[in-house]
């Protein structure tokens, strides 16, 4: 297989190593702490901070939703297909958010987002249920589709690369606590008259933060430089990028020993990401509290919004050590925790009984989802960018975004039936995609704490 690192490097011309500058003369972003202002990280951070807040509020919604009136009176297909809607528009939305990022630019296309977020929030309060809220649902699952790549992206370009993993997990931060609050708002509300439609108008927030955030921050200057090399014919730079620009897009993915070999890493991320046990957990959270004592009036919903409380504090784990130990390391402890925790988890449903059983699958339940949110939950969107080289990174990462999405849909839309069919033998099924993840990811997943591809002579 050929080195990823050493083919990138081939590919940088010697003029961009040693001044830092394209032919274009835009200086590359800041590659130290010092060189960025106190400003500019809170710009970066709020960016994240909207983004994630839009993906993680508005897909959370759901759940204390379809505990209300009307919702609770559909049919099982129905709700599915309404808890699916935003999934596929988040498909949609992350290739849309792929193309028109890579072409209109990544500061244009939070507008968009935040656009398609307050027509879909808005939308899904106001309208009858439950079909056009589903097409509204749709539309908003666009903005959360472009917005899982098109802000990690634009904060993966433009964060100092000592702070670009700490930054990046702050995306992941967002998504968790959007959930939380969501939640909370949920149980908040749930007597309230238009309880479901003002959950919906909530969602409109973040949107809005995306929106005064759009003023205030500059375009990315890595998409800027491709730009200006792209119309600069007389420089070694261009005949470099032209040479580069041979093969984009799938088909570059596709012939290039790198491109295949980053494909490849991304889709197992996914899998990581999709099918190792965050949904089972979480689906039998309520029966695991149940089993433990917790079911007496709204002290199962409590005890979910707690656990749900443990996946925002924890991702601060992987906010602290990305840039510490490295994403390998995070990723690869992470995952066997993870791992371990459903393999054990099965085999405790299948040996133990009484008292033992209510107690430690609750441990494991905690467990999991600190080990998840410490690695598999927020790496995935840093990795899925940093994997790829310059050239082909924007294709790369939407096509691994949709696979994500499509993952997702497959599983909400499969999980019932599953469980129906062999209950809490699933554990075994998703330990073992864990097994399958964390062998591959051990042999293959590549560190890429100092990618960089302003200073390849750091790498």
Known sequence: MVDPISERQSLIPNSVKSNGKNS????????????????????????????GLIFGYNTGVISPVLTLFPFTNYTDINRGLLTCSILVGAMIGSIVGGIISERLGR????????????????????????????????????????????????????????????LGTIFQLAITFGIFISNVFGFALKNEKYNFRILFAIGAA????????????????KWLNRVQAKKTKTTTLLINQ?????????????????????????????????????????????????????????????????????????????????????????????TLVMTLSCIVSAILYLTISGTTLSVLPVIFLFM??????????????????EIFPEDIRDVGSTILNSVQWSFNIALSFSFLSLVNLIGNNTFFIFGGFGIICLVIMYIYLPETKNDDDDDEDEQ
Do not use: H
Request: proline share 5%.
């Open 24 to 51: 274009g003369g835009i200086p590359s972003e800041p590659i130290s702490a010092s060189q960025s202002t106190k400003s500019s990280i809170i710009k970066l951070s709020l960016v994240n901070i909207s983004g």
């Open 107 to 166: 500061k244009l296309s939070m507008l968009f987002i935040s656009i398609l977020t307050l027509i879909g929030t808005i939308g899904s309060s106001l309208v009858p249920p439950i079909w056009w809220t589903m097409a509204f649902r749709a539309i908003l699952g666009i903005g959360v589709g472009m917005s899982a790549i098109v802000c990690p992206t634009y904060v993966g370009e433009m964060s100092p690369m000592e702070k670009k993993g700490t």
């Open 206 to 221: 973040p949107g809005v933060f995306l929106l005064i955030t759009f003023f205030f921050i500059q375009e990315s200057t």
């Open 242 to 334: 032209k040479k580069i620009n041979n093969k984009v897009g799938i088909k570059g993915i596709l012939t290039k020993p790198i491109g295949r070999f980053s494909l490849f890493i991304g889709v197992i991320l996914a899998v990581n990401n999709q099918l190792t046990g965050i949904n089972a957990f979480m689906f039998f959270s309520p029966s695991i509290f149940s089993a433990a004592g917790i079911k007496n009036g709204n002290d199962p919903m409590i005890a979910t919004i707690l656990l749900m409380g443990w996946n925002v504090i924890t991702t601060f784990i992987a906010t602290f050590l990305i840039d510490r130990i490295g994403r390998r390391k995070l990723m690869l402890v992470g």
């Open 368 to 385: 999991f989802v600190a080990a998840f949110e410490g690695s598999a939950g927020p790496l995935f969107w840093i990795l899925v960018i």
